[in-house]
């Protein structure tokens, strides 16, 4: 049995600006695929210039956010880092370590694609919620 209701993690997922335009039905697929985890303070949960191949979302606790050694942001629950990389396999452009124990669930790319294989509608809603980022952050639209 798991940490987390199955309605917390919808209601966090909720919060994830790549998962904002999901139905409840979609979150909770999404959710079902995770897995809970509890990490000691200075645990790594994702290490600069690594493959991106998972998802956090922080329910408990702070992280703290590196990039080249320097600090960039300290994040308390709720909270989450990763989202990106579950879509696009990109290596990973920051260090992000356990301030404090934190207690988490984290999605796979394995798992989070079998999810998206189910179920299309969610990809669909996913990559256009993603190339919306992208233009809101100043990219061409070409």
């Keep these: 049995m798991g ?16 998962f904002e335009g999901l139905s409840k039905k979609e979150l909770t697929e ?7 985890i509890e990490l000691e303070a200075g645990a790594t949960l994702i290490k600069e210039g690594g493959l991106a ?5 922080i ?7 590196t990039r080249g050694g320097r600090h960039v ?3 308390s629950a709720p909270d989450f880092v990763g989202e990106i990389g579950l879509m696009a396999h ?17 999605l796979n790319s394995r798992d989070f694609r079998r999810t998206l ?6 990809e669909r809603k996913l990559s256009r919620a993603l190339a919306e980022r992208l233009v809101a952050l100043g990219q061409d639209a070409v």
């Design 30 to 36: 999404i959710a079902n695929a995770s897995e809970d």
């Design 3 to 18: 940490m987390f209701t199955k309605n917390a993690k919808v209601e966090a997922l909720k919060q994830v600006p790549l």
């Design 90 to 106: 990109t290596k990973r452009t920051a260090t992000v370590t356990a301030k404090t124990p934190v207690r988490c669930f984290i």
């Design 117 to 122: 294989d189910d179920n299309p509608a969610i």
């Design 53 to 57: 191949r998972e998802f956090f979302v």
């Design 59 to 65: 329910l408990d606790g702070t992280i703290e956010i």
């Design 73 to 75: 942001r300290t994040g």
